[in-house]
T-cell receptor, first 109, second 117 residues
Framework: GENVEQHPSTLSVQEGDSAVIKCTYS??????FPWYKQELGKRPQLIID?????GEKKDQRIAVTLNKTAKHFSLHITETQPEDSAVYFC????????FGPGTRLSVLP | NAGVMQNPRHLVRRRGQEARLRCSPM?????VYWYRQLPEEGLKFMVY????????ESGMPKERFSAEFPKEGPSILRIQQVVRGDSAAYFC???????????????FGSGTRLTVV
């Protein structure tokens, strides 16, 4: 079955800096890759997603890149703000969703 | 659209009791997924259901856990004879299509936090 790895597990950046979170997946049949943000005690919320026929997608300060050959995809957050502090999960969808273990991002003022 | 509704938000059960968690998907969504999240951990897939059918239960423990999504009413995740290790947040998600796509394609409910004492 699908296996999703995510790095780093924790990430601290200064406000205004960029943050990058990387994920790898194992099932080449996976074709949909969403990213979720979960604030403490709240539900995971979809922030951006990418399909396998696209290499990059951007939405304001957030971008996702996908390398199908290498089976990895990354989340890029630019000009980070304190409200970006949360746990971020990547996921890969083949037959069902498999989530990465999460990255705890702390943006320091 | 009220989104995915889960209840109760918090549930306390003594060891050996039964826990029933409810999930009403977004209007028009016929695909429901249950996930378990232990403290400080990620989301673990449990089961995927469509109306009246279990499609994939590969993540569900073989004993004490069951799920249903009847023709009418919410999806139910049932845990019999709960143990302390069942304490977790249980999230439900729903989607309109398979695979889910777009901003509203896969929406999580607020979760039920089960505490077994």
């Amino acid at each position: 079955g699908e296996n999703v790895e995510q790095h780093p597990s924790t990430l601290s950046v200064q406000e205004g800096d960029s943050a990058v979170i990387k994920c790898t997946y194992s099932d080449s049949a996976s074709n949909y890759f969403p990213w979720y943000k979960q604030e403490l005690g709240k539900r995971p919320q979809l922030i951006i997603d990418i399909r396998s026929n696209v290499g990059e997608k951007k939405d304001q300060r957030i971008a996702v890149t996908l390398n199908k050959t290498a089976k990895h995809f990354s989340l890029h957050i630019t000009e980070t703000q304190p409200e970006d502090s949360a746990v971020y999960f990547c996921a890969a969808y083949g037959q069902n969703f498999v989530f990465g273990p999460g990255t705890r991002l702390s943006v320091l003022p | 659209n009220a989104g995915v509704m889960q209840n109760p938000r918090h549930l306390v059960r003594r060891r050996g009791q039964e826990a029933r968690l409810r999930c009403s998907p977004m209007k028009g969504h016929s695909h429901v997924y249950w996930y378990r999240q232990l403290p400080e951990e990620g989301l673990k897939f449990m089961v995927y259901l469509q109306k009246e059918n279990i499609i994939d239960e590969s993540g569900m423990p073989k004993e004490r856990f069951s799920a249903e999504f009847p023709k009418e009413g919410p999806s139910i995740l049932r845990i019999q004879q709960v143990v302390r290790g069942d304490s977790a947040a249980y999230f439900c998600a729903s989607s309109l299509s398979v695979p889910p796509q777009g901003h509203y394609g896969y929406t999580f409910g607020s979760g039920t936090r089960l505490t077994v004492v």
